[in-house]
């Protein structure tokens, strides 16, 4: 749910800053996985090298509100403990954030590091804490810090 929080639900939260200062906004999304592959290069099995590639819709309280994809690529393999280096791309009506992270497939939450972004979110940097990965109810939340001028 992009839940763009705001006194009348038609904005965006700003929690703090001034015009020319640092602002603060909250997004909270559902995400949908519609297409999925898993790669595996190499030999049979989990190797270095394998990854995980999806896109998917994002939703604010049931309405479609962007789309979103990234690669997950196997960077460490512990017997069935597999570390990935995740790259997610989130794509919304007023520009696009850029999130990246080492993720232990299946751990719950996730925490993405905001690298960049267009738009609305030229300046953006932040977390996007992601819970549910994979599943039908994946959600995120992302707090983002619009450094301003």
């Known amino acids: 749910m992009i839940r763009i929080a705001s006194a009348a639900a038609v904005g965006v939260l700003l929690l703090s800053g001034c015009a020319d200062g640092p602002t603060e906004e909250i997004?909270?999304?559902?995400?949908?996985?519609?297409?999925?592959?898993?790669?595996?290069?190499?030999?049979?099995?989990?190797?270095?090298?394998?990854?995980?590639?999806?896109?998917?819709?994002?939703?604010?309280?049931?309405?479609?509100?962007?789309?979103?994809?990234?690669?997950?690529?196997?960077?460490?393999?512990?017997?069935?403990?597999?570390?990935?280096?995740?790259?997610?791309?989130?794509?919304?009506?007023q520009g696009s954030l850029t999130t990246q992270a080492l993720w232990t497939a299946g751990a719950s939450p996730l925490d993405m590091a905001i690298t960049g972004g267009t738009g609305r979110y030229r300046d953006a940097q932040g977390v996007v804490r992601v819970w549910d990965i994979a599943t039908p109810s994946e959600r995120m939340r992302a707090e983002i810090t619009h450094r301003g001028g």
Request: aromatic share 8%; proline share 1%; glycine share 14%.
């Open 27 to 93: 997004l909270e999304l559902t995400a949908a996985t519609e297409q999925y592959t898993a790669l595996d290069h190499g030999e049979p099995g989990n190797s270095i090298g394998d990854a995980y590639v999806y896109s998917g819709s994002l939703f604010d309280n049931g309405a479609k509100a962007g789309t979103g994809g990234g690669s997950c690529e196997f960077i460490h393999i512990d017997g069935d403990e597999v570390t990935t280096q995740c790259v997610l791309t989130i794509e919304l009506e």
